[in-house]
């Protein structure tokens, strides 16, 4: 499924047609990223989806009355944007990297605007707390044109979205990784009979080179929604490995006697910066009535 359209969804057929489509009643959400079964009508322009094919991952945001909604499903690849204008809000990058690992999605970081920044050095230095721990880092300029090559093979053969807080610059690399997004969008646009494509949901788009790439307008798709305190602290990926070591089962690996987190915070084995963000984290899902953005 491409995107959502009003009550309809824009479909893609094998040939790579647009289709506008509606949906069996009680068949659930269908998100951006679905594998669906659908029939077309009589002169085949439209359709009807009947299936939505089982999922490898998901993504959920916050609905009305305490619910969740799926806004992205089979996604193999988060790309976490950062620039050095705005300064890298380092507690958003965690929450992403955390509900990431929680939803079993690879995530790389990528670092747009780097000929800004006024040391490359120091800006790329501020990422070895996460070099560490295995999420790679792409240096990246979409102004100038640097490391998209390499970044389009990164996204080579994927699914993948880009994230990160406003300014850092995604719909500039989403233009340059996508040179025909207009052309795209205005046959989705087409499609929905509305003359233009107003949806302020996520759409997916076919990369030149191959994989996909969804655009998403907002960030509440990385939301908290759905998680506990345990599932945050394994969304630390430093954490796995120590959290079976900790004296209690119910360690929350804040004061804990016995914390083998917190010890490893202590022998600087795991980086003070982000345990003190996962604290913070840990107090937002203390709020039950956030709507988690």
Not at 104 to 125: G, H, M, R, T, V
Request: glycine letters at 10%; hydrophobic letters at 40%.
């Amino acid at each position: 499924m491409v995107s959502h359209l009003g009550q309809g969804l824009a479909v893609e057929s094998a040939d790579g047609k647009i289709i506008l489509c509606q949906t069996r009643r009680r068949l659930g959400d269908v998100a951006v990223g679905d594998r669906v079964q659908w029939t077309p009508s009589e002169d085949g322009e439209q359709g009807r989806v009947e299936a939505v094919l089982p999922r490898s991952t998901v993504l959920i945001r916050p609905a009305y009355a305490g619910k969740t909604r799926v806004v992205a499903a089979n996604l193999d690849r988060v790309f976490v944007v950062i620039s050095p204008s705005p300064e890298p809000d380092w507690l958003l990058v965690d929450q992403y990297l955390a509900v990431c690992e929680f939803r079993q999605i690879p995530a790389e970081i990528i670092y747009n605007k780097i000929d800004l920044a006024a040391s490359e050095a120091q800006s790329l230095a501020a990422l070895a707390d996460y070099a560490r721990i295995g999420y790679p880092a792409h240096p990246v300029s979409a102004r100038s044109g640097r490391g998209v090559a390499e970044l389009k093979q990164a996204l080579h053969g994927h699914c993948s979205m880009l994230a990160g807080q406003s300014g850092v610059g995604k719909s500039s690399l989403t233009n340059a990784l996508l040179p025909d997004k207009n052309l795209r969008t205005g046959e989705i646009s087409e499609r929905s009979g509305r003359g233009r494509h107003t949806t302020t949901a996520a759409t997916l788009y076919r990369l030149p080179d191959g994989g996909e790439l969804i655009d998403s307008p907002g960030v509440a798709v990385f939301g908290l929604a759905g998680i506990n305190g345990k599932d945050l602290a394994w969304g630390y990926r430093e954490f796995q490995p120590r959290i079976a070591l900790c004296r209690f089962n119910d360690c929350r690996h804040i004061n804990d006697k016995g914390c083998a987190v917190r010890e490893a915070v202590e022998a600087g084995d795991i980086a003070p910066a982000r345990h003190q963000r996962y604290l913070k984290l840990l107090d937002k899902l203390a709020m039950p009535d956030t709507v988690w953005e």
